[in-house]
Every structure is written in structure tokens, then in C-alpha cells.
């Protein structure tokens, strides 16, 4: 059976943007769905959100799929550098891997940016990364998504006035996600 793990960002949480739909479209093709919810803003951290994670980890194998939105792929780069093993797909959007700028975000993303990621040890457990980004996002810049692409040696996906694919941008429901997903299914 195929796991899907979608981990919300920064003052995220499982009900919220695209998820639910996604979740609910995966368990019709009879994927299995995790939408963990994570400690944000308070007792944000790595260390907190690796603890909850705990409960996921045995569903971490070489049909697992993982999602990640804002804050979510650099949560899920951690997890592929602690692997023993290879997961099918990592499917990023509006990630990144550095400070953003925003002493808001800033504050509560540190501990998950500002560090050294092994990018061999990550590559080696994930057969295929695939990167969303808006080309009118307001908290990522677009050079945040080229660089991750840079570090994963793959391409962004650029898809037009999506902002920060979250409710405020019009997205309950990410087709194209949905599309790709099913193509690394097949």
C-alpha cells in the first residue's frame, strides 16, 4: 500500500489549504494518508516536530510519498537525512532551505534552516523531488526554490499567480499536484 505523508508549514495545521482534498482524492485510489499536526507557532521547532513524527516513521518505505508545503520541505529534508532507506517521491511546494527574511518566520523557522543538510544522504533515499512554486509567492522568493532545485539537482515547477498555494491563493484543491502524484503511482 502506498503511504502519503502531507506536513503543513509554519501555523499550519492538517484542515487547512489543499490537504483535506488531497487526502481525500489519495484514499479513493486506495493510498493511505498521514496529515500530521505539528506544534506551530507555539513550541515550534525541529526537535518538537521530529518527536511527533515518531508515530509516522514505520510508514516510511519504498512506497511512501512525501508532501510538503512552506515550511514543510525542509521538515521532510531532515527526515530523508535520518533514513536507512529509499522513499518513492518528494513533493515540495513553496519550500525552501534558508531564512526567509521575515523576523516573524524567521524566529520560529531557524531550527529548521539553519543548518547543513547532507545532500547525498537525501538524494540517495528519495527516487524522484518535484518543486512547486508561484511565480507571485509572498513569503518565499523565487531564488529560495532555485536554490533547493540547485541542492536536489532538479527543476521548479513555476506555476502562475498561485501566491503561496495556501486558502488566501485560491487553493482548497492542487490539480497538478494531484496529476503528478498519480504519474509517480503508475
Known sequence: MVNI???????????ENWFPWLKEEQEKIDCRVF????????????ENWLKVFENYEKYLNEDTILVGHSLGPA?????????????????????????????EFDELNKTFVERKFNWEKIKQNCTKFIIYRSDNDPYVPLEKAKKLAESLDTE???????????????YKKFEILLKDIKKILK
Open 5 to 15: 505523508m502531507i506536513i503543513h508549514g509554519s501555523y499550519g495545521h492538517p484542515k
Open 35 to 46: 496529515v500530521p499536526k505539528f506544534p506551530t507557532p507555539k513550541n515550534q521547532s525541529l
Open 75 to 103: 521538515f521532510i529534508l531532515t527526515i530523508l537525512e535520518k533514513l536507512d532507506r529509499k522513499i518513492k517521491a518528494a513533493f515540495f511546494v513553496s519550500g525552501f532551505i534558508s531564512l526567509l527574511n521575515n523576523k
Open 156 to 170: 521548479v515547477v513555476i506555476i502562475k499567480g498561485a501566491g503561496h498555494f495556501n486558502e488566501n491563493s485560491g
